[in-house]
């Protein structure tokens, strides 16, 4: 079964526009982190935030925020005033017991910002 | 404080050709990772070092893949002998422990590595 799901594949928006990145998951495991990667055409894996599935309060970190809906086990990531910079693919992953804690990742989103 | 540190940043090589990849991690980070990346897919761990142990390799291709990581800091990859399918990009992370909860993995710049 897949346990990370990012349904929008590619998505085009205004500079300055908020946007909201989808990830949905699936877990029997309690205990369990949820994190977001940036990763612009350079290569590199850029972190971004992480939530705890403990965790009361939804994480932010600066402009990105984490909308966490433990209910309907869904983390979208949220950038507020996007930037032209902030175009690139974003990786949603959990880690969980039934992962032995490793990273299981989504197949990405592609953000493109536009002037 | 430093980064994750890989080299070569690009290698281009021909099938049947050998080649290595470096490792540095974040100082005092006891856990290294190595991932493959396919275009257009997320990441794919091969192996993970807590210290210079392996944890798991089991997607790591034997046959031609080896990696180790001396004296618990530095990691090599090598591929020996290379495939197309190897083209892809490949990741080095570190992270704190290894362990549950909290623990981020933090990536270095990665090695485009093309087999022609």
């Known amino acids: 079964a897949q346990k990370i799901t990012q349904t929008q594949p590619g998505m085009f928006v205004q500079e300055k526009e908020a946007v909201t990145l989808d990830c949905t998951y699936d877990t029997s495991d309690p205990s369990y982190g949820l994190f977001w990667y940036k990763q612009p055409s350079s290569g590199e894996m850029i972190f971004l935030i992480y939530q705890g599935s403990y965790d009361q309060q939804n994480a932010t970190e600066g402009r990105y925020s984490l909308n966490f809906q433990k209910a309907r086990k869904s983390a979208n990531l949220v950038i507020s005033a996007s930037q032209l910079g902030d175009s690139a693919m974003y990786f949603c992953?959990?880690?969980?017991?039934?992962?032995?804690?490793?990273?299981?990742w989504g197949a990405g989103t592609k953000l493109i910002i536009k002037p | 404080e430093a980064g994750v540190a890989q080299s070569p940043r690009y290698k281009i090589i021909e099938k049947r050709q050998s080649v290595a990849f470096w490792c540095n991690p974040i100082?005092?980070?006891?856990?290294l990772y190595w991932y493959q990346q396919i275009l257009g897919q997320g990441p794919k761990l091969l192996i993970q070092f807590q210290n210079n142990g392996v944890v798991d390799d089991s997607q790591l291709p034997k046959d031609r893949f080896s990696a180790e990581r001396l004296k618990g800091v530095d990691s090599t990859l090598k591929i020996q002998p290379a495939k197309l399918e190897d083209s892809a990009v490949y990741l080095c992370a570190s992270s704190l422990e290894g362990l549950a909860g909290e623990d981020t993995q933090y990536f270095g710049p990665g090695t485009r590595l093309t087999v022609l």
């Open positions: 992953a959990m880690r969980d017991l039934d992962s032995n804690y490793q990273l299981i």
């Open positions: 100082s005092g980070h006891a856990t």
